[in-house]
T-cell receptor, first 111, second 114 residues
């Protein structure tokens, strides 16, 4: 699976959009981009995933560049409860392979 | 569904003792994963099962660690003998084998080996 690069930490003001970047320059054509987050003392939680098109659900939006070498997770209106570590993972879907979690981005939402 | 259930939530033991961590995956999920999380190494995959069969145990640190899945609704991770460096949070996760790629994690077991 392709490696990802994320900034180690970010801050965001409460109520503003949080934009979390991820670089995956070696991504293959059949690899998906997944985002999970881990709130302190809890297990990681699935947020969203996509292949090439932008995706949106009730939690967030995922913007993938046309060349697929990078993506951005957008939390449209960040709340204090969004403070967590956010992991960007790329992997081939339906291969049975495990998810490799890197170090992620620690997002702090500031009141 | 109650989600992935792990027990105990916290475990404190002395070096040399046997430790058994338990996991009940979400009903109907075909895959079960055991992860370990520490500050130094982050979230590491230890082993995963597909339809109760161990598929990849390359992440198991050494022979002191063993995992079993006797049926589709139960798995254990055993450490014997335990050592202080085994102190970590151990997570169990499960997912469906078809279509849905979401991993669902339990709340974890905080293990402290004194």
């Amino acid at each position: 699976d392709a490696k990802t690069t994320q900034p180690p930490s970010m801050d965001c003001a409460e109520g503003r959009a949080a934009n979390l970047p991820c670089n995956h320059s070696t991504i293959s054509g059949n690899e998906y981009v997944y985002w999970y987050r881990q709130i302190h003392s809890q297990g990681p939680q699935y947020i969203i995933h996509g292949l090439k098109n932008n995706e949106t659900n009730e939690m967030a939006s995922l913007i993938i560049t046309e060349d697929r070498k990078s993506s951005t997770l957008i939390l449209p209106h960040a709340t204090l409860r969004d403070t967590a570590v956010y992991y960007c993972i790329v992997r081939v879907s339906n291969t049975g392979n495990q998810f490799y979690f890197g170090t992620g981005t620690s997002l702090t939402v500031i009141p | 569904d109650a989600g992935v259930i792990q027990s105990p939530r916290h475990e404190v033991t002395e070096m040399g003792q046997e430790v058994t961590l338990r996991c009940k995956p979400i009903s109907g999920h075909d895959y079960l994963f055991w992860y370990r999380q520490t500050m130094m190494r982050g979230l590491e995959l230890l082993i995963y099962f597909n339809n109760n069969v161990p598929i990849d145990d390359s992440g198991m640190p050494e022979d002191r660690f063993s995992a079993k899945m006797p049926n589709a609704s139960f798995s254990t991770l055993k450490i014997q003998p335990s050592e202080p460096r085994d102190s970590a949070v151990y997570f169990c996760a499960s997912r469906s084998g078809t279509g849905n790629e979401k991993l669902f994690f339990g709340s974890g077991t905080q293990l402290s080996v004194l």
